[in-house]
């Protein structure tokens, strides 16, 4: 069976991967986010899709279907989409992949992507991820990160992205990685830290975060100021809806003060332990530690932000077009 359909065979340079997962990867869909935004601003050729059928569950990554001014224009299938930019300035061309990540026959689903790795020649992996954890929403969000080959460590290390020392259960990222490694495919893999409160709602400031790391990793020189702009508007944003609720703001001023104390245990251990005060492994859901149970705080904080984008009026123009 053929899991892989391509609809052209694009003609690439020295290609780039860089690709994110919905699910388990995606703390507040900021990795899946970054992907969208470079389909958005890029417009690249897209040539080729995951037959999704062995992978996934689909009562729990369902097909969807969109309407449009009430007719059924498209039933989509959940798989994965692969798209080349060809425009790039630079001396190699880039590929993009988005797609959840599949619920069956990881192995299967990890050569099968590793046979397109192959097939389109890709010199090197870029994969974006984001993770739960327990820091505040104001603080800077925590870049963390794994580099295969010398040199790309070298590059993190410049970017001063924390290196990653996570051992325990992983995703299909970690997956992916494992078989590039064994393939000598250099790879890189960015995670950005979202706050746990705010998993349920796309965090621009993540996903912000991880494309200012992303652009200058691989220097594609993208104008990120609106991005930006909104990363700001939107850090207020939660900022005066916290402040409206007293519990809230009483826990997050405490996630401030941990995150701005240093452990004890920690200033016991070597120097470059000391560097990961605020780095919070991927792949972990963290809890809340020795701070009181945050369930209230989530449905209150989440609760006005649905209050606020149920006030806002929809945008139609926008809802046709995706």
């Known amino acids: 069976m053929a899991f892989i359909n391509y609809s052209q065979e694009p003609e690439l340079r020295n290609p780039v991967l860089v690709a ?3 699910g388990w990867n995606d703390a507040a869909d900021a990795a899946t986010t970054v992907i969208k935004f470079l389909v958005e601003r890029w417009k690249p050729l897209r040539f080729g899709e995951i037959e999704g059928e062995d992978f996934f569950v689909y009562t729990e990554t369902r097909p969807s279907i969109q309407y449009s001014k009430g007719s059924l224009r498209k039933l989509s299938w959940p798989g994965g989409r692969f798209f080349a930019y060809t425009d790039s300035p630079l001396d190699h061309d880039i590929v993009l992949f988005l797609g959840p990540e599949p619920q ?3 192995k299967v689903f990890t050569n099968e992507f590793l046979g397109v790795c192959k097939h ?5 992996v870029l994969l974006v991820g984001a993770f739960l954890a327990n820091i505040p929403h104001s603080a800077t969000v925590p870049i963390s990160g794994f580099a295969s080959q010398p040199e790309l460590i070298e590059r993190l290390k410049e970017l001063d992205v924390q290196d990653s020392r996570y051992e325990g259960p992983t995703g299909i990222v970690g997956v992916l990685q494992d078989a590039f490694n064994q393939a000598k495919i250099p ?3 960015l995670w950005a830290a979202a706050p746990h409160y705010l998993a349920a709602t796309p965090n621009i400031k993540v996903t912000a975060a991880l494309l200012t790391y992303l652009n ?3 220097g594609v020189d993208l104008d990120l100021n609106d991005i930006q702009s909104d990363a700001v508007r939107f850090d207020e944003q939660i900022t005066y809806l916290v402040e409206r ?3 809230a703001s009483a826990y997050v001023r405490k996630l401030e003060e941990q995150a701005n104390e240093p452990d004890e245990d920690e200033e016991e251990e070597d120097d470059e332990d000391e560097d990961t005060a605020m780095v919070i492994n991927p792949d ?3 809890g809340t530690g020795p701070l009181p149970s945050a369930d209230s705080l989530i449905r209150s904080v989440e609760e006005l932000l649905r209050q606020q984008r149920e006030q806002q009026p929809p945008d139609s123009d926008e809802d046709e077009d995706q």
């Open 187 to 189: 790879n890189v893999s």
């Open 216 to 218: 200058t990793f691989l």
């Open 245 to 247: 609720d007293p519990e």
């Open 104 to 106: 069956l026959r990881w």
């Open 120 to 124: 389109l020649g890709i010199a090197e």
């Open 20 to 22: 994110a997962f919905g």
């Open 284 to 286: 972990r859901v963290a």
